[in-house]
């Protein structure tokens, strides 16, 4: 049972140290993708990724570049969790004996 709890708190862990860090891009991303066409003459309203984090911070502070990130960051822990988990039980039940390395053979 320990290493259920290892798996399981070590999942919870990366999938919200992944979301962290990941999520400022992907915000990023979706304001660049996400801006209108500007009109013939005018231009966009980034002009790339910098000056999107900036207009960002400046607008909204750090804090914006984690906007909506509440949902993500619960299912993204616990699906990380029972994948950690998964993994370690079907590790245990395929080696020949515990503690053995796993092979192809």
Wanted: charged letters at 15%.
């Amino acid at each position: 049972m320990a290493d259920v709890a290892k798996d399981l708190t070590a999942g919870t862990i990366g999938g919200a140290a992944q979301l962290i860090v990941g999520h400022p891009f992907d915000t990023i991303k979706v304001k660049l993708q996400s801006q209108p066409v500007p009109p013939p003459g005018q231009l966009p309203r980034y002009s790339g990724a910098i000056d999107a984090v900036k207009q960002t911070i400046t607008a909204e502070g750090p804090r914006g570049l984690y906007k909506g990130m509440g949902a993500a960051l619960a299912t993204v822990a616990a699906l990380n969790a029972v994948l950690f988990t998964v993994r370690g039980q079907m590790e245990a039940l395929l080696r020949s004996e515990p503690g053995a390395p796993l092979t192809v053979n």
